[in-house]
């Protein structure tokens, strides 16, 4: 799945469920609270690059003004250059990638631009008539397949607590289903693990389709699982450039 793909897939996603109007009623509030998340549009960046050696990961796209996406957002290369872009959050991700030359890309795991994040959860109750908790699902494989088949990287890393349990770092929860082994750096965080990639679980609620053959493009990724970053991130847990530099050498770049 190429970027091209996967906004279609995505275009396809949010059609099918802003058009849905069958499921339970107990669910009914539930939709119409998706539906209107969905009408704000999707937020993805408007190109990607295919191959690249660290893609910093997120949850999903904040929205403070509830306005609708006019246009996909800017690259992450673009983001980090350009003095309109790079602001608030983005100029802590500019500070700890500095002076890192490897390919990088950013992503977030759901393109639902809806602040505060907690609302994923909130959707996504565990019952499986729950029609916001089934786009939670299909979004997340579409995503795991762009990730997985376009970008391919070999370090990922993963500011966001909650967004543990989407990969499958969480034992208690499974989804996308990585199965990992902690690796230990020469680095230590307060609040910051990382792990190598080294399957896929086999077991019920991993969300690939079990008529998929099984091909995990991402054997051996190293993800550095770490708090968010942004403002009220404690000295001790913050990333820094050297952490970064340490994480490319033990996969092997550069």
Known sequence: MNYKDYLEALTALWNKYQNESNCPREFTGVLEKLKETLKLGIGIC???????????????????????IEHPFPTFEETLE??????????????????????????????????PQD?????????????????????LWLTQQFLENYLKPKVIILANKAAGAYLGLDSRYVWMGYNTTEVKPKFELSYGKVYKIIGIREEEGVIRPKS???????????????????????????????????????????
């Not at 790079?86 to 759901?110: A, M, N, S």
């Open 46 to 68: 408007r190109d990607y690059k295919p191959n690249v050696d660290l893609l910093w990961m997120g949850i999903n796209p904040s929205c403070t003004d509830n306005k609708h």
């Open 82 to 115: 350009k003095d309109e872009f790079c602001k608030g959050y983005w100029k802590t991700v500019k500070r700890i990638l500095v002076g890192c030359k490897c390919t990088k890309e950013h992503l977030d795991l759901f393109a639902i631009r809806k602040t």
């Open 119 to 139: 609302f994923l959860r909130k959707v996504g109750v565990n019952n499986e008539k729950n029609p916001a908790l089934c786009f939670l699902a299909e979004h």
């Open 212 to 254: 998929k053959p099984y091909k995990n493009e991402l054997d051996g990724t190293l993800i550095l699982h770490a708090r968010f970053q942004g403002n009220g991130c404690p000295k001790e847990q913050q990333i820094n450039p050297n952490h970064i530099e340490e994480l490319l050498k033990l996969a092997g770049v550069g």
